[in-house]
């Protein structure tokens, strides 16, 4: 779970997502499709949430400028793969109630990363690009 939206503010230890990260989840939701774009709109509200991860990945909890915290469950917006270390990993966009929830990453064959890949380092996560990704150098 990565945590919930709510009314944030500067002040309370959170901040505006990088230039990387927006780049990132814009293009992630750019390539979800009609679901993902919906979610566009919210990129300038985004707030990054100081709270991490407990096992130290690089996912992101997003809490949204004068966004209501959503009751519903959690909904996949966008997914791609991309190696880190050699190893497959997967990135999730995540929403809630309508509302961006967070950017999510998970190792597949060893720990999750602990950093966010860059745009050129992304696959479409289909059972082909894992199957190429697998493949030993």
């Known amino acids: 779970n990565l945590g919930s939206i709510t009314m944030a503010s500067e002040g309370d230890g959170e ?7 927006l780049v990132l989840l814009e293009f992630l939701l750019r390539e979800g499709g009609e679901v993902g774009s919906r979610f566009l709109p919210q990129l300038p509200l985004l707030r ?20 209501a915290n959503p009751e519903s469950g959690t909904e996949p917006l ?8 050699g190893e497959v990993a ?9 509302v961006l929830q967070g950017l999510e990453v998970e190792g ?11 745009v050129s380092e992304l696959r479409p996560r289909t059972d082909e690009a894992f199957a190429e990704l697998m493949k030993p150098s």
């Open 108 to 118: 597949y064959v060893g720990d999750a990363p602990r950093r966010l890949p860059q």
């Open 78 to 85: 966008a997914e791609a793969l991309f190696l880190d270390a």
């Open 90 to 98: 997967g990135l999730f966009v995540n929403g809630k109630g309508g």
């Open 15 to 21: 901040r505006r997502p990088s230039e990387s990260e």
């Open 48 to 67: 990054v949430s100081h709270e991490r991860c407990p096992c130290g990945c690089a996912s992101l909890t997003f809490r949204g400028e004068g966004m």
